[in-house]
Structure formats: structure tokens, C-alpha cells
């Protein structure tokens, strides 16, 4: 019913930016959170950034100050810009979002096919 589709990711040096996109396409009524999770090889998948329908948002510490999450909620659409990038930054980025609705049926815990992003001189 929904599909999550990014985009944005790639090679950046360190100390680079990178803005990432996450489009949920189908016939949507309203999304709850959306998130962007990280993950790399040999290690758990973790949240890196969410933001409410009410803009509310919640970013792991170790990108606090470096990234910032957002949402067109007309465009059905989250954005991750991702400045400063580490090496450790390093990883597949997946968009999630956690409850979705359309006129006749609900969706939850939704994942992308995730994008890669290397950041390495």
C-alpha cells in the first residue's frame, strides 16, 4: 500500500554534507513518525534521527548539532541533512516510518531499501 523510496546518498569527504530524501508513495492519509536508522555491517540498526506529524524530534547523540531531521508533510516527505560528516558516519541510511494510513488500511513499521553513504577523503 505505502512504498518508501530515498535518495541523496553517496561519497563525501570528511567534513562534508550530504542531504538525504525519503518518499512515501501510495494513497496516503496521514504518516505518524519518521525516521532515518543507520546500519553497518556486523551491528545493529540504529535510530539516528525522528520526527513527529507535530514536528517533534529526537536525534541520537552522536549526531546532535551535525544533523538535522525534517518533513513536507504535503510531500509526504522526510529529509536528513547530514553536515560535518566522520568516517564514522559510514553507513546504509534507512527511512522508516512507524504508522501509516490510507482511507481503507493502516501500515506499520515501513522501511525503505536504504542508501549508502561513505564518507572517506
Known amino acids: 500500500q505505502v512504498q518508501l523510496v530515498e535518495s541523496g546518498g553517496g561519497l563525501v569527504q570528511p567534513g562534508g554534507s550530504l542531504r538525504l530524501s525519503c518518499a512515501a508513495s501510495?494513497?496516503?492519509?496521514?504518516?505518524?513518525?519518521m525516521g532515518w536508522y543507520r546500519q553497518v555491517p556486523g551491528k545493529q540498526r540504529e535510530l539516528v534521527a525522528a520526527?513527529?506529524?507535530?514536528?517533534?524530534?529526537n536525534y541520537a547523540d552522536s549526531v546532535k548539532g551535525r544533523f538535522t531531521i525534517s518533513r513536507d508533510n504535503a510531500k509526504n516527505t522526510v529529509y536528513l541533512q547530514m553536515n560535518s560528516l566522520k568516517p564514522e558516519d559510514t553507513a546504509v541510511y534507512y527511512c522508516?516510518?512507524?504508522?501509516?494510513?490510507?482511507?481503507?488500511?493502516?501500515?506499520?513499521?515501513?522501511w525503505g531499501q536504504g542508501t549508502q553513504v561513505t564518507v572517506s577523503s
Open positions: 522508516n516510518v512507524d504508522r501509516v494510513r490510507g482511507f481503507t488500511w493502516v501500515e506499520t513499521n515501513v
Open positions: 501510495g494513497r496516503i492519509v496521514s504518516i505518524n513518525t
Open positions: 520526527i513527529t506529524s507535530g514536528g517533534s524530534t
